[in-house]
């Protein structure tokens, strides 16, 4: 039976892991070495999809994620299933979009097929000249999330059933002995016996996984985020343009992205970041193409996030089998899945076997040699740790 569990990292998956485990009966310490959304949960589009995830168990849970956001809305009014509009450019960009949907059509997913006056009852300020006259796809089952307010929710509910959220205070070590972790080390000073500890530390994830042995191959990268001042244009849901994704923020406000903005941040040596002001107006200028009432609009903050990429690109989530109280809640996408992974996450920290949900996305299979039979002792770990710092 697990009493205390430290949640290292207050994002959307921290906070969520925090309230499935508080709500059965845990004692909860969030930990961040900031504050709560302060990391890539506070810099994200934000949209709820499985639009074109593969392999077919990660589509899967993309799907069981947004049926989880869809429950959880009951409790507030923070998520938004408006669906989604994307269209084409060029041909070869058409040919593919055919083939997303179709193979989405199969999967059972929501989807149907537009023209450009069915865009526009949707989206009634879309300049139509920008619209083509048919292939738009629509799927209307998929929405985004304001994660702060996500967070916020999830971290009060957790605090309600006696959990504690530490903040600005970092994890620096974890004490292990006899194959477990005994002890969180925080920057403070502080130390935390526990009896499970559960890694939401999102880009820094493979630095907490560090601390207790483990190589977690992560490949993140960045991501520019173009927010504007509250403007009076009717943009109701996520629009996937060739030249320009956006959608609303709340207030009238709209957040914006492009793929060539993210090339644009850069960071220095000091660790500030700095995003070119030029590709900035550039995605502004595109999304007034779209819109052509955001002429009215200025960017009022551009935000640059983290994603967090385990190695294959897939979420790293549940028991580790060399540590089996040290626990992963790791993933791109997590905008989309922290809600559903989180608690089956959380469910398994306390006994509850999910192997059933959780299997395809174990840490082992980063493990490629992992013999079974061994025991899970400080050289098995280091053995993993020096094969995956030197596959071949
Ligand atoms: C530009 C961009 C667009 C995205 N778009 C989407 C999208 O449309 N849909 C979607 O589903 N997902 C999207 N994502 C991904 C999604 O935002 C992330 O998967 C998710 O926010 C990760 O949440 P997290 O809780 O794992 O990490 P975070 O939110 O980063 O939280 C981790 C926390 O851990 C803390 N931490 C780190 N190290 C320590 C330490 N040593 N001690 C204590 N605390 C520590 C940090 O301070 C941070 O608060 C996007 C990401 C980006 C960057």
Redesign the pocket.
């Known amino acids: 039976m697990v009493g205390r569990v430290v949640v290292?990292?207050?994002?959307?998956?921290?906070a969520a892991v925090a309230a499935s485990l508080a709500d059965r009966g845990a004692r909860v310490t969030v930990?961040?070495?900031?504050a709560?959304?302060?990391?890539?949960?506070?810099?994200?589009?934000?949209?709820?999809?499985s639009c074109g995830k593969q392999p077919r168990s990660y589509h899967d849970l993309n799907v069981a994620g947004m049926a989880a956001h869809r429950r959880l809305a009951a409790q507030g009014d923070w998520y938004h299933e408006g669906g989604n509009l994307e269209w084409a450019g060029d041909a070869a960009g058409q040919r593919e979009l055919r083939r997303k949907v179709a193979s989405l059509l199969d999967y059972g997913y929501e989807a149907r097929w537009l023209d450009r006056a069915g865009a526009l009852v949707l989206e009634p300020d879309l300049d139509p000249a920008s619209v083509p006259a048919d292939g738009i796809a629509y799927f209307p089952r998929e929405g985004w999330v304001e994660?702060a307010r996500l967070i916020g929710h999830l971290l009060s509910r957790a605090v309600a059933r006696g959990a504690e959220v530490v903040r600005d205070d970092?994890?620096?070590g974890l004490d292990v002995a006899d194959g477990a972790v005994r002890v969180v080390r925080l920057a403070s000073g502080r130390r935390l016996p526990v009896d499970a500890v559960v890694n939401?530390?999102?880009?820094?994830a493979a630095?907490?996984a560090e601390l207790a042995g483990l190589a977690l191959p992560m490949r993140n990268t960045r991501?520019?985020?173009v927010y504007t001042s509250p403007v009076a244009v009717a943009v109701s849901r996520v629009v996937h343009a060739p030249e320009v994704h956006l959608r609303p923020d709340g207030a009238g406000r709209l957040v914006l992205?492009t793929h060539q903005v993210d090339g644009a941040a850069h960071v220095s040596e000091s660790g500030r970041t700095h995003v070119d002001p030029a590709a900035v107006d550039a995605v502004l200028a595109a999304g007034r193409e779209l819109y052509p009432g955001l002429r009215a609009a200025a960017v009022v903050d551009v935000r640059v996030?983290?994603?967090?990429i385990p190695g294959d690109g897939l979420p790293v989530l549940g028991r580790v089998v060399g540590l089996p109280n040290f626990h992963f809640a790791?993933?791109?996408?997590?905008?989309?899945?922290?809600v559903h992974a989180g608690d089956l996450v959380g469910a398994e920290v306390l006994g509850e076997d999910r192997d059933d949900a959780l299997a395809p996305f174990r840490f082992e299979r980063f493990l490629v040699d992992l013999d079974p039979q061994q025991s899970p002792d400080d050289g098995y770990r280091a053995k993993s740790v020096e094969r995956l710092l030197d596959p071949a």
């Open positions: 290292v990292g207050a994002g959307v998956y921290g930990v961040d070495a900031g709560p959304a302060g990391g890539t949960s506070g810099a994200t589009f934000s949209w709820t999809n994660p970092a994890v620096t939401c530390a999102g880009p820094q630095g907490i991501g520019v985020l992205h996030g983290e994603r967090p790791v993933s791109h996408s997590g905008a989309t899945l922290s």
